[in-house]
């Protein structure tokens, strides 16, 4: 036979995607209990961790079934509380009404109903067992679930000196009990949707009903419905849906471990939003000054705060603008830097076969690059990097002249200003930013700074977080709002809530307007 090339074989027939197997939404159970199974085994392809156990109802001949995924379930529960009481149970009772059968046989407190074969495999992908009974169409969803978790630990991306030592887990029921322990009111609300249309992810919105806004709460809610994914992994991609721009370099929400960091936003009427599966919480809407802020400046007195968080905005100021000053004074205004330090500078710079801009690109990218290193690699071996690395990659550029030694003390200084930001996400913004100032500082000298910082401005001014202001409380200026952003004033003279998420009350302005009419 001759032999046929690839091209010519006979191309195999596989399914196309609308004929393979796919949950078709509205369908309703079946009464038989065979052909409900044999739909479960079809739909899933028979996998190993599948457990179907059929029995009989104890003291009678009906049958029953058990369908649970072993991997996601308490064994312990369904075997005790669930199969054994049916085996067991002697008691003469009419099972042709399955609201009996969970009334007085089954021992398990979170049980609902539902005949609908989507909501079924959901529930039972979820970590749910699922009771059928032969002639009914109605299914009863027992909540089994009991997936092996990860111990409450003190968070490793906020470390604080003072302050509790839980952090939130991958279980979103667990990280709900968490802010229940912190506010205790019983106008703490959770509202779940499902969201991912291949994998479905439970994202939980909680907020103090009559504190928050009804205004932030309700886009909230209509953005997280508007989410069109396959998958939601983690609460980045729900961040990265909802946020108002996509183009904006600072986040627009805050991203947190910490329990007490999202009850205090709750109390000030913010929203939070849980995800299952990640530690990893959002706050909206925030401002630009709340991603410079600290639970710390509030667990220490006022005066070490104060202190703290401007030594934050001193940090920030030195990681965004020192390269670029360094580069603007040394290529187009050197008449501005002292007689000594110029000749300094000069001396040091001898030998250096670059200009300031590109010697400052170099170790600041080979900054950034050892940033990146230490961050990916094991936590002890990471540090040992970023000091290791930073100590021989300087010491030997010195010596060869690649670069000067004030350009490394520049750098140092600009790399430990850049660790005083609390935020990782806002940090990430002005390590971006820093290169749009020395590209500025190369082309325009002090001018370019000035341009540049002039559209950093229009930027945040322009910029909202659902609604909110960014630029919030300095444009708009809200003084009240004063006393707890650059500075931290006595905890009893801050407000409880801050004067943008306050509800305006209705009844007292409609009466302060009748009172100037008459």
């Given amino acids: 036979m001759p032999r046929t090339s690839f091209f010519n074989r006979r191309k195999m027939k596989t399914k196309k995607p609308e004929q393979q197997n796919q949950i078709k939404t509205g369908i309703e159970l079946g009464t038989e209990l065979k052909e409900n199974l044999n739909n ?9 961790d599948l457990v179907i156990r059929e029995t009989s109802l104890g003291g009678t001949d009906y049958k029953c079934a058990i ?27 009419d099972s042709s009404r399955i609201d009996e059968v969970f009334q007085e046989i089954i021992a398990i407190t979170d049980i609902k109903k539902g005949n609908k074969f989507d909501e079924v495999i959901y529930s039972l992908l979820s970590g749910s067992t699922l009771f059928y009974l032969d002639g009914m169409d109605t299914v009863l969803i027992l909540a089994t679930s009991g997936r092996e978790e990860r111990s409450i630990e003190e968070p490793q991306s906020e470390a604080l000196i003072r302050g509790p030592r839980e952090g939130f887990v991958e279980s979103v029921q667990t ?68 946020e108002d721009s996509f183009l ?26 849980l995800v299952d599966g990640t530690p990893f ?14 639970l710390e400046d509030y667990y220490e007195r006022w005066i070490v705060g104060t202190l703290i968080r ?78 290791v690395g930073g100590l021989v990659i300087g010491e030997s550029a010195v010596s060869a002249n690649i670069v000067s030694p004030i350009m490394v003390i520049v750098v140092a200084l600009t790399a430990i200003s850049s660790f005083t930001n609390p935020s990782y996400s806002a940090g990430i913004g002005f390590r971006m930013l820093r290169f749009f100032f020395m590209i500025a500082a190369a082309i325009f000298g002090l001018y370019g700074i000035i341009l540049a910082y002039i559209m950093l401005n229009i930027h945040i001014v322009n910029l909202k977080s659902f609604g909110i202001p960014y630029s919030t409380p300095f444009a708009p200026a809200l003084l009240k709002d004063w006393k707890d952003s650059a500075i931290r004033a006595p905890i009893t003279m801050l407000e409880k809530q801050p004067t943008y998420m306050k509800i305006e009350d209705k009844k007292k302005k409609s009466t302060g307007e009748e009172k100037k009419q008459t």
Wanted: glycine share 6%; aromatic share 6%.
């Fill in 248 to 273: 904006s370099p600072f986040p627009q929400m805050i991203n947190t471990e910490r329990p007490d960091r999202v009850s205090s936003a709750l109390l000030q009427g913010k929203v939070g939003i």
């Fill in 175 to 242: 990280n709900i009990a968490l802010i229940r322990q912190d506010i205790k009111n019983p106008n703490l609300r959770f509202k779940s949707h499902d969201v991912g249309k291949i994998s479905k992810r439970t994202i939980v919105v909680s907020y103090i009903d009559g504190i928050v806004n009804p205004i932030i709460l309700q886009e909230v809610n209509r953005r997280l419905k508007s989410i069109d994914l396959d998958v939601v992994s983690e609460s980045g991609f729900v961040e990265q849906w909802i």
């Fill in 310 to 387: 401007l030594l934050r905005y001193v940090g920030t100021f030195i990681a965004l603008f020192l390269p670029a000053i360094y580069i603007a004074l040394v290529s187009y205004h050197q008449g501005l830097i002292p007689t000594q330090l110029a000749f300094s500078i000069a001396t040091t710079r001898e030998g250096v076969p670059f200009p300031s801009f590109v010697e400052a690109m170099l170790m600041i990218i080979t900054m950034e690059i050892l940033q990146e290193a230490g961050a990916r690699l094991p936590k002890n071996l990471g540090q040992t990097i970023g000091i």
């Fill in 67 to 93: 369908v649970y995924l072993s991997g996601l379930v308490d064994q312990n529960l369904v075997n005790n509380n669930i199969l054994k009481v049916i085996q067991s149970n002697k008691s003469e009772i």
């Fill in 281 to 294: 919480a959002l706050i909206a809407p925030i401002t630009y000054s709340e991603t410079l802020k600290s």
């Fill in 40 to 48: 479960i085994k079809t739909l899933l392809d028979k996998p190993n």
